[in-house]
T-cell receptor, first 114, second 113 residues
Framework: SAVISQKPSRDICQRGTSLTIQCQVD?????MFWYRQQPGQSLTLIAT?????????ESGFVIDKFPISRPNLTFSTLTVSNMSPEDSSIYLC???????????FGPGTRLTVT | GENVEQHPSTLSVQEGDSAVIKCTYS??????FPWYKQELGKRPQLIIDIRSNVGEKKDQRIAVTLNKTAKHFSLHITETQPEDSAVYFCAASEAGGSYIPTFGRGTSLIVHP
């Protein structure tokens, strides 16, 4: 497996502000993803973070709202912009490891928007 | 795109009983089927996976079976213990392709002592 860290682990933010979440992996990865998980719900893919190029967004998610960067193979950021209470959720970074081709999740960031 | 259905949404068993969770998928190109366990307040953890070149895989008390013809796969937990209580997610993807897994809605397993 790998050590995947996310910062911050949780935050409470005001409506209209933005929050940037960081994800760092200690191993070589082939792919990085960002998910959202509402309480009691499944995992919803926001986007695939591509190294050095624009992320690939899933239906219902747009770059202006969720800008993503991936400057190198092991680091990515997700920004939640112009937040509203509906953005309150857990945001999870996930990676596919080069070593075994399996997918692992970071510890998540619990976001509350007031 | 891929569609994954997971049943049941809730499963309650007595300690020592077996538990079975079933998933179906729609895309015949899918060839990689992982299972994740998510305890309350924690991240999903990969517990077992199966690839389309095998029909069954076991790891101690857990096993996964795959029927590619019928496009369904199942998680089997034997001799359940209270610490098995969690939400379990199945997923399907095409490994080596775009490898973007589609997750089921999850099954909340409750093991009563």
């Amino acid at each position: 497996s790998a050590v995947i860290s996310q910062k911050p682990s949780r935050d409470i933010c005001q409506r209209g502000t933005s929050l940037t979440i960081q994800c760092q992996v200690d191993s070589q990865v082939t792919m990085m993803f960002w998910y959202r998980q509402q309480p009691g719900q499944s995992l919803t893919l926001i986007a695939t973070a591509n190294q050095g190029s624009e992320a690939t967004y899933e239906s219902g998610f747009v770059i202006d709202k969720f800008p993503i960067s991936r400057p190198n193979l092991t680091f990515s950021t997700l920004t939640v912009s112009n937040m509203s209470p509906e953005d309150s959720s857990i945001y999870l970074c996930s990676v596919e490891l080069q070593a075994d081709g399996e997918q692992y999740f970071g510890p998540g960031t619990r976001l509350t928007v007031t | 795109g891929e569609n994954v259905e997971q049943h049941p949404s809730t499963l309650s068993v007595q300690e020592g009983d077996s538990a079975v969770i079933k998933c179906t998928y729609s895309d015949s190109a899918s060839n990689y089927f992982p299972w994740y366990k998510q305890e309350l307040g924690k991240r999903p953890q990969l517990i077992i996976d199966i690839r389309s070149n095998v029909g069954e895989k076991k790891d101690q008390r857990i096993a996964v079976t795959l029927n590619k013809t019928a496009k369904h796969f199942s998680l089997h937990i034997t001799e359940t213990q209270p610490e098995d209580s969690a939400v379990y997610f199945c997923a399907a993807s095409e490994a080596g392709g775009s490898y973007i897994p589609t997750f089921g809605r999850g099954t909340s397993l409750i093991v009563h002592p």
